[in-house]
């Protein structure tokens, strides 16, 4: 814990009744992309707001590169870019004007100000939009803007909040390539909050789970997954052509199977598909992949897929929120 | 314009300023920074121009009115006391033909106006275009911010006001060709620097509705409706309650100059009211007090004189006093208001 970049200690916000952050416990580390993973209205925001020093914390601490948020959050701004859920510009004003504002509040001189803007635009992919106004950007170019607009300071920490809302899905892989790439070349410590699972899953290093104001489980994915379905991680799903319940009992029989489930078929794969065949989910303590089709296939059905699962995070999301309450869903 | 505002950021020229500039690298600090940038915001804006274009307007045809009011001699004062013949220049901003209203009244009226059209949408236009929370991420004191709106702001005024002041003088210097006296010429400039910190008072309340309130047209709604009350209704609920509280006309003297008392000191709440006493007042150095009771006596001893420039402001004192107290005083409302407000970002 001696290289914690960011270091929460009991973290606590109530808003009257409402608790909205309870006796958080974080640390993140130097250099790693560290996923802020929850539903809407779990806290994040809130969260991220007094490591800022932006919002007062009820009781507990927070401290970024060493430094006590609440009390100094200036060396704390000076040092860690926050890019917000919905970031706005001066839409009068173009990319770089907008840049260089930032830039010249951080006590950078004019030249040199100028000088990052342009190398910083180009980077992201904006070169030629420098002089554009940012009213006539796109949603995803804006997002774009707001990295360049992060990283122009030369922080050491970066947050984003929601970076990747609202953009289509190539934007965001290119969005999150390119955050990705400037952490690795520049060794940025990134925190990136999202409800977003795959992108998460996609760049994250470390994960921690949101809900209701508490860190329920935080981890890379494989500690995640082992978490929450204990002992039974591994897991297949197979496509049989007559399915019946003297193979499902057979399979329930087998060894080292813990369950079989038939799946409901999605919409649009239920499209195209002969009739009869079904997808079955069984979940096992070991790899069982090939014992399953040998039986499958030895009852006589017929098998049509087999496709080994892991535990994704959206598994894991799922499994928690289904199961958990569900402060800040609406039903 | 731009220049000016240069001029005024610590890269300037005193040894401590340019000490405090190399230590931090040659670069102005945030506060200015945020000045620099709010000062081209409004000059560059359509609004600005617009409002621009109104007061020019307005004082263009106000001085025609009193130049050719002052021509006919037709004017009252003119012709009656021989005291303010002595201050032609003055009168310029004060004397109408009957046509348009004064330069005085014209500034008056609309000089609020100007404040909130400035201040109406500072921040709260910011929060709701997201760029609030993304600037106040920055290495930045969070009251900089509001303090470097009303500065830029201020600043805009007083360049505004002391141009068409000025403009008005060296208009009227063309055509009528009388010069001022020293005392006239700075009789103006206090003139104008009572008008900058009412106008001043506009701002800082149209920055507290800015902060107030999230959508940008409740604010300048409400910063108009309080200058509507201010101008129009508030002298007709004071002089209402003056009459339902008026004591029998038989009472006795005291008991009806305590009521008098009472009224002026009610009337003298409306910064509108602070700010046309000391205006007119030195404008009209013939003014020997704003006291509405003055014994016979006085009347008639009192020379028939105008008064000193320093024996006009030390009559206007008090309600100078006073504008600036009120302008403090919303100022510190927005501040607070401000402060306490939790930035996220567009909620």
Redesign the interface.
């Known amino acids: 814990m001696d290289d914690a970049v960011i270091e929460l200690s009991r973290l606590t916000k109530r808003y009257g009744a409402f608790t909205a952050v309870s006796e958080l416990d974080l640390a993140i580390r130097r250099g790693e992309i560290f996923g802020l993973l929850g539903p809407n209205g779990a806290g994040k ?1 809130t969260t991220i ?1 007094m490591m ?1 020093g ?2 007062e914390p009820t009781s507990g601490k927070a401290t970024v590169c060493g430094i006590d948020a609440t009390r100094n959050p ?2 704390v ?2 040092r ?13 004003r173009s990319g770089l004007d907008n840049l260089m ?2 830039a ?7 030249a040199e100000a100028k000088r990052r803007a342009l190398s910083l635009l180009e980077k992201v992919g904006l070169g030629d939009a420098a002089g554009k106004k940012t009213g006539a950007y796109s949603r995803g170019m804006r997002q774009r803007l707001g990295l360049a ?1 992060v990283l122009i ?1 030369q922080p050491e920490v970066v947050i984003l ?1 929601e970076p990747t809302l609202g953009i289509d899905p190539e934007g965001v892989r290119e969005l999150l390539a390119l955050i990705r790439q400037l952490s690795k070349e520049e060794g940025l410590t990134v925190l990136l909050s999202s409800h977003h699972l795959h992108q998460v899953q996609q760049i994250c290093d470390r994960v921690g789970l949101f809900v209701g104001g508490k860190l329920i489980a935080s981890g890379d994915l494989a500690a995640l997954s082992q978490l929450i379905e204990g002992e039974s991680a591994f897991a297949v799903e197979l496509d049989v052509g007559g399915w019946n319940d003297t193979l499902a009992g057979t399979l329930r029989g087998m060894e080292r199977v813990t369950a079989v489930s038939v799946k409901e078929a999605d919409a649009l794969s239920v499209h195209g598909r002969p009739d009869g065949v079904v997808t079955v989910r069984v979940t096992g303590t070991d790899d069982i992949a090939a014992e399953l089709a040998a039986s499958v296939v030895g009852s006589g059905a017929e098998l049509l897929g087999l496709r080994p699962l892991r535990y994704g995070l959206d598994e894991i999301y799922h499994r928690y929120f289904e199961g958990g309450d569900s402060i800040g869903q609406l039903h | 314009m731009a220049n000016f505002i240069k001029r005024l950021l610590p890269a300037g020229d005193g040894p401590r300023e340019r000490a405090a500039a190399a230590r ?7 506060f200015w ?2 000045v620099r ?1 709010e000062f081209g ?1 409004h000059i ?1 804006s359509w609004r600005f121009v617009i409002l621009l274009a109104i007061v020019v307007l307005a004082c263009a045809g106000s001085l025609y009115a009193s130049i050719s009011a002052l021509k006919n001699g037709q004017s009252a004062s003119a012709s009656s006391g021989e005291g303010s013949a002595g201050f032609l220049f003055l009168r310029m901003f004060t004397e109408s033909d009957g046509s348009l209203p004064g330069f005085l009244t014209f500034l008056s009226f609309l000089a609020p106006l100007i404040g909130i059209a400035l201040g109406f949408d500072s921040v709260n236009t910011e929060r709701n ?3 609030l ?9 969070r009251d900089d911010f509001l303090n470097a709106k009303f500065v830029a702001g201020l600043l805009l005024i007083a360049v505004v006001i002391f141009s068409l002041g000025f403009l008005v003088m060296g208009m009227g210097l063309f055509t009528i060709g009388y010069p001022p006296t020293p005392e006239e010429f700075w009789r103006v400039v206090v003139m104008l620097l009572i008008t900058v910190v009412y106008v001043g008072l506009w701002l800082n309340l149209s920055l507290l509705f800015s902060v107030r309130f999230r959508q940008a047209a409740t604010s300048a709604l409400s910063g108009i409706a309080l200058w509507i009350f201010f101008l129009v209704f508030y002298g007709m609920i004071v002089s209402l309650v003056g009459n339902a509280t008026a004591p029998a006309d038989t009472a006795a003297a005291d008991v009806v100059i305590r009521h008098q008392n009472w009224m002026m000191l009610i009337s003298r709440l409306s910064p509108a009211y602070l700010f046309q006493e000391a205006a007119s007042t030195l404008m009209l150095p013939d003014t020997r007090t704003l006291n509405p009771f003055i014994t016979q006596d006085q009347a008639y001893l009192a020379i028939n004189a105008p008064l000193s420039f320093g024996q006009s402001l030390l009559l206007v004192w008090p309600q100078v006093v006073a504008i600036v107290a009120e302008t403090t005083l919303s100022f510190a409302a927005a501040y607070v208001a401000f402060m306490r407000q ?5 909620s």
């Open positions: 925001t707001l800022l932006l919002a200036i060396e701004k000076r860690v870019g926050y890019m917000p859920d919905d970031i706005g510009f001066y839409e009068d504002y930032t010249m509040l951080n006590r950078v001189p004019e607009d300071k909040d | 931090a690298d040659l670069a102005p600090s945030p920074v945020m940038k915001d560059r275009k997201g760029t929370s993304r600037l106040l991420s920055q290495p930045l004191y939790e930035i996220r970002s567009r």
